[in-house]
C-alpha cells in the first residue's frame, strides 16, 4: 500500500486530454512540493514535472502538473502514442522523514 | 556527459550481504547528494535512501533501515549501498538518480538516473 495514492489505469485517445491524479496527506503533498516521473517500458523513470508544475528542459508544454491542499494532478493534452507509459507521483513525507512514491498509474493510449 | 552506472547486483540467498555502486561522471560529484530508488519485478518505484553531498546527513526508507547503508567516497565519484539481512521481497532493480531541483533542503531525484543493476534474492 503507497504512500501516495494513484489510480491503477488510465487510458485515452490520441489527441485527447487525460489527467491522473495523486492522493496524500498534510504530511506529504499538502506541506511539500509534488513530482511526476514518466517510466517507458525497460527504461529508467525521467522526471517529468518537479515543484508541483514545472517542466525540465526537454519535456514537452503539453505535460502539466497542479496541487491542491493533499492532492495534485498531472494533465497531458494532445495524446501521442509515445505517452504510452507508467507515471508516478512523488513527495517528501514529513513524519516518514523520507521521499514516498505513488503506486504508479498505466497510461494506455488507445 | 552526465553519467550514472551501478554494479554489484547479482543472485543471493536470504540473510547474505551485497553491496551496490554507483559510478557518476560528467558533474561534480562532490556538490550532489545521491538517492537509491529500487524497483520490484513488475511492480512500482520504491525510494531507499538518500545521502546529501557531503555524507553529513542520511535518510532511509523504513523497509530498509537498520539493514541498508548508503555511503559515498566524494573521490571516487561513487555512492554504495551496503544491504545487510537480505530478504525475498528486497528483489528488485536498484537505480542511482542524482537529486534536482531542490526545494527548500528537499531534493527530489531528478534528471539523472542509473540503468539499474538488478538484485535477486532467493533460498
Known amino acids: 500500500q503507497s504512500v501516495l495514492t494513484q489510480p491503477p489505469s488510465a487510458s485515452g485517445t490520441p489527441g485527447q486530454r487525460v489527467t491522473i491524479s495523486c492522493s496524500g496527506s498534510?504530511?506529504?503533498?499538502?506541506?511539500?512540493?509534488l513530482n511526476w516521473y514518466q517510466q517507458l517500458p525497460g527504461a529508467a523513470p525521467k522526471l517529468l514535472i518537479y515543484?508541483?508544475?514545472q517542466r525540465p528542459s526537454g519535456v514537452p508544454d503539453r505535460f502539466s502538473g497542479s496541487k491542491s491542499g493533499t492532492s495534485a494532478s498531472l494533465a497531458i493534452s494532445g495524446l501521442q502514442s509515445e505517452d504510452e507509459a507508467d507515471y508516478y507521483c512523488?513527495?517528501?513525507?514529513?513524519?516518514?522523514?523520507?521521499?514516498?512514491f505513488g503506486g504508479g498509474t498505466k497510461l494506455t493510449v488507445l | 556527459q552526465v553519467q550514472l552506472v551501478e554494479s554489484g547486483g547479482g543472485v543471493v540467498q536470504p540473510g547474505t550481504s551485497l553491496r551496490l555502486s554507483c559510478v557518476a561522471s560528467?558533474?561534480?560529484?562532490?556538490?550532489?547528494?545521491m538517492h537509491w530508488v529500487r524497483q520490484a519485478p513488475g511492480k512500482g518505484l520504491e525510494w531507499v535512501a538518500i545521502?546529501?553531498?557531503?555524507?553529513?546527513?542520511?535518510y532511509y526508507a523504513d523497509s530498509v533501515k537498520g539493514r541498508f547503508t548508503i555511503s559515498r567516497d566524494n573521490s571516487k565519484y561513487t555512492s554504495y549501498l551496503q544491504m545487510n539481512s537480505l530478504r525475498a521481497d528486497d528483489t528488485a532493480v536498484y537505480y542511482c538518480?542524482?537529486?534536482?531541483?531542490?526545494?527548500?533542503?528537499?531534493?527530489?531525484?531528478?534528471?539523472?538516473w542509473g540503468q539499474g543493476t538488478l538484485v535477486s534474492v532467493y533460498s
Open positions: 512523488a513527495a517528501w513525507d514529513d513524519s516518514l522523514n523520507g521521499w514516498v
Open positions: 498534510s504530511s506529504n503533498i499538502e506541506s511539500n512540493t
Open positions: 515543484t508541483n508544475n
Open positions: 560528467g558533474f561534480s560529484f562532490s556538490h550532489y547528494g
Open positions: 545521502i546529501w553531498s557531503d555524507g553529513s546527513n542520511k
Open positions: 538518480a542524482r537529486p534536482d531541483y531542490c526545494s527548500a533542503t528537499k531534493c527530489p531525484p531528478g534528471d539523472y
